[in-house]
C-alpha cells in the first residue's frame, strides 16, 4: 500500500493563480482531511470528507474549495492565491471517525505565493 | 486562548536521559487523546494514543489528567532517533465525528 500520496510535493505560484492539490489514499478510508501547517502553528483543518459525494468545511475553509467524486481521491482547489495561503498542506485519511481513530498523513506540499 | 497549549521547546535532552513534557486543552468535553510525532519538514505519524489510566509503548509513557486538563508524554532513555517534534492532538468536540485539534508542538532534540 503506498497510503496517503500527494502531488505536488512543491509549488510556487504567482499572486491570483489557481491550482489543485491532488490527494488520494489507496486504504479504502471513507475519511478524508485537509490541512495547512503553518510555522510554529498547529494544523488548521481546512476541509473534510466522510464519503464520495460528502464534504464540509473545516476551522479555515475560505480561499478553497474541496471535492470528493471517489473513495480515493479528495483534491484541494485553490482559487486566486494570496501570500497568506504560504503554507505546508496536508492530506490524512482515517478508517472510521477522525475524533478516535489514526489518521494516516500525506507527506505534504509545500507551497509558496509569492 | 488556545485549544491545544504546548511548550515549543526545545528541550535538549542527552543521550539515555529522561523527558517529560505537557499539553494543556481547553475543552473539557474532549473525549480522546493523542500524541503524534513528526520529523522536520515531514508528515504527522501517531506515536501513541493516550489512554484515562495512562498507558506506556515501550520507552513512551503517556498520562492524562482530567480535573487539570493536561497530557503528557515521558520518554524514557533518549535515542538519538527521538528527535522530532511530538504533537499533542486532541478530539476537540464532544460528538461522535471530532474534529481534532493540534497543538503547535514541543520539539526534543536528543544529543550524543
Known amino acids: 500500500n503506498a497510503g496517503v500520496t500527494q502531488t505536488p510535493k512543491f509549488r510556487i505560484l504567482k499572486i491570483g493563480q489557481s491550482m489543485t492539490l491532488q490527494c488520494t489514499q489507496d486504504m479504502n478510508h471513507n475519511y478524508m482531511y485537509w490541512y495547512r501547517q503553518d510555522p510554529g502553528m498547529g494544523l488548521k483543518l481546512i476541509y473534510y470528507s466522510v464519503g464520495a459525494g460528502i464534504t464540509d468545511k473545516g476551522e479555515v475553509p475560505n480561499g478553497y474549495n474541496v471535492s470528493r467524486s471517489t473513495t480515493e481521491d479528495f483534491p484541494l482547489r485553490l482559487e486566486l492565491a494570496a501570500p497568506s495561503q504560504t503554507s505546508v498542506y496536508f492530506c490524512?485519511?482515517?478508517?472510521?471517525?477522525?475524533?478516535?481513530?489514526?489518521?494516516?498523513f500525506g507527506p505534504g506540499t509545500r507551497l509558496t505565493v509569492l | 486562548r488556545k485549544e491545544v497549549e504546548q511548550d515549543p521547546g526545545p528541550f535538549n535532552v542527552p543521550e539515555g536521559a529522561t523527558v517529560a513534557f505537557n499539553c494543556t486543552y481547553s475543552?473539557?468535553?474532549?473525549?480522546?487523546f493523542f500524541w503524534y510525532r513528526q520529523d522536520c519538514r515531514k508528515e504527522p505519524k501517531l506515536l501513541m494514543s493516550?489512554?484515562?489510566s495512562g498507558n506506556e509503548d515501550g520507552r513512551f509513557t503517556a498520562q492524562l489528567n482530567r480535573a487539570s486538563q493536561y497530557i503528557s508524554l515521558l520518554i524514557r532513555d533518549s535515542k538519538l532517533s527521538d528527535s522530532a517534534t511530538y504533537l499533542c492532538?486532541?478530539?476537540?468536540?464532544?460528538?461522535?465525528?471530532?474534529?481534532?485539534?493540534f497543538g503547535a508542538g514541543t520539539q526534543v532534540v536528543v544529543t550524543p
Open positions: 492532538v486532541v478530539n476537540g468536540k464532544a460528538d461522535s465525528w471530532g474534529k481534532l485539534q
Open positions: 475543552n473539557s468535553a474532549s473525549q480522546s
Open positions: 493516550v489512554y484515562s
Open positions: 490524512a485519511s482515517s478508517g472510521t471517525s477522525g475524533g478516535t481513530d489514526t489518521q494516516y
